[in-house]
């Protein structure tokens, strides 16, 4: 079995969308669309060989607040 480890490195412009989505959704704002920019970054960070598969599902289950 292999084991996922949580702690690795976000990049930055994941990390501030990130904090813009979590700021947005205490006040109250456009909280949807804001996720689906992130989740694209994700895609984008996958391709690109910043982060895994695996480590994006990581952050959508730590910040996602869609569900």
Do not use: H
Request: net charge negative; glycine share 4%.
């Amino acid at each position: 079995m292999e084991k996922i480890t949580e702690n690795f490195i976000v990049p930055n412009y994941i990390a501030e969308e990130i904090l813009e989505y979590i700021e947005q959704t205490a006040q109250g704002r456009c909280r949807c669309m804001k996720w689906e920019n992130i989740r694209a970054l994700l895609g984008l960070a996958i391709i690109n060989g910043r982060i895994t598969r695996e480590q994006a599902d990581v952050i959508e289950k730590l910040f996602c607040r869609e569900k």
